[in-house]
């Protein structure tokens, strides 16, 4: 651009009739040279935002995983008598065989905790690297204060934000979709995601129906910057024209108006709709994550779903034409439905039992009252505890 400048400059200095054009062509370069400024200034802030602000892109991958898991294991026998039905009866129903319930010693900020030490310490970072915590839970019993602020004071992470989101059983898809996002738009470098559950606190152990299928527990994720992308943009959504299917019977506010003759707020199931909702619905979500994320079915080394129950997870499976080699996760065996815990606390056993390496491929669906759902690709993470 200099060569053009000297030319309007020498332009400017000839005589007569010339000068004119010349003052032209000079307003002219100077008005494309203000709108270049501009267009590089923007980019660059667009570049800024992107990558932190240290020049390399900055995508987003899961670096550290940890979970808590009850002491307590109890099996469907040890059931059986209770609900007046045989252990098999459990097992053929949701392919169960025991659960994990948490103690009063066990609390939900207890398992969190406990979770996200764990995943911090994997990741190679400190408390005070975490920038920005989100908690997915439907179990916690204060509507406020949030137990992401509680964890955030608990780990101390020098004031991070923190916040809850309530989106059950698909929490945890829909919390690592935020953090995605909030490393990408330059908000965050590490963020904490968790799945924490006590299900069991607003189970209502008369029904038979569902008392047998949840679990408690916690599972946690670092999310950091990357160079490559680790986490797909997510397929998610909800159809709450279906919110009868599942979710608190009663409200706290009829429950509080009259809490002798309104029973205490507990989940519900309608158990084969939801089935048939989630074995059709899913497999089309599931679908389109694979090719929001550019990868097939036979490029995926693990299905880890939402541990809702065996069958539906095995309908899924089966739909979606999984290879042979693909590792399906069924944490639920022993782990029973744990909601927004579920997702990690099966990616963890599966590291665990070596059946999936750090950096291999793994689809995630997760799905829930709402009846919310989501569905990504991820990169699952090289460390874990």
């Not at 602020?149 to 309530?166: H, M, V, Y």
């Not at 059709?280 to 809702?308: D, G």
């Amino acid at each position: 651009m200099s060569g053009t400048w000297e030319e309007a400059r020498h332009l400017m200095l000839r005589a007569g009739s010339k000068r004119r054009h010349a003052h032209k062509y000079l307003l002219l370069m100077s008005q494309f040279r203000q709108r270049t400024v501009l267009v590089l200034s923007e980019t660059a802030e667009r570049a800024h935002r992107v990558t932190g602000g240290e020049g390399v892109p900055s995508e987003a991958t899961i670096i550290g995983l940890g979970v808590y898991r009850p002491a307590l294991s109890v099996s469907n026998e040890e059931l059986s008598n209770f609900i007046q039905s045989e252990s098999g009866w459990i097992e053929s129903r949701s392919g169960i065989r025991s659960r994990r319930w948490a103690d009063h010693r066990e609390s939900l900020l207890e398992m969190a905790r406990a979770a996200s030490e764990g995943a911090i310490r994997s990741s190679g970072l400190c408390a005070n690297d975490i920038d920005l915590i989100i908690v997915s839970t439907i179990s916690h019993m204060y509507q406020t204060p949030s137990l992401a602020a509680e964890l955030a004071s608990s780990l101390r992470t020098d004031g991070c934000p923190a916040f809850d989101i309530s989106a059950a059983c698909a929490g945890f898809c829909y919390a690592l979709q935020l953090a995605r996002d909030a490393i990408r738009s330059g908000s965050a470098h590490n963020v904490l995601v968790v799945g924490a559950e006590r299900i069991s606190d607003i189970t209502d152990f008369s029904d038979r129906s569902i008392m047998f299928l949840h679990g408690d527990g916690a599972g946690a994720v670092v999310v950091g910057r990357s160079a490559i992308s680790g986490i797909s943009q997510a397929i998610w959504g909800s159809d709450g024209s279906k919110v009868s299917l599942l979710g608190q019977d009663v409200s706290w506010h009829a429950f509080s108006e009259n809490p002798c003759k309104t029973r205490k707020p507990a989940l519900r199931m309608k158990g084969q709709e939801v089935f048939r909702w989630a074995s059709f619905s899913l497999v089309t979500y599931a679908q389109r994550a694979l090719e929001r994320a550019n990868v097939s079915a036979t490029q995926i080394q693990a299905f880890i779903p939402h541990q809702a129950n065996k069958r539906i997870i095995e309908n899924i499976a089966n739909k979606l034409q999984l290879p042979e080699d693909v590792v399906i996760a069924q944490d639920i065996v022993t782990q029973g439905n744990t909601s927004s815990a579920s997702i990690p606390l099966a990616m963890h056993a599966l590291l665990r039992e070596g059946e999936l390496q750090g950096g291999e491929t793994a689809l995630l669906v997760g799905f829930g009252a709402g009846m919310t759902y989501a569905s990504q690709v991820v990169k699952v993470p090289l460390n874990f505890t």
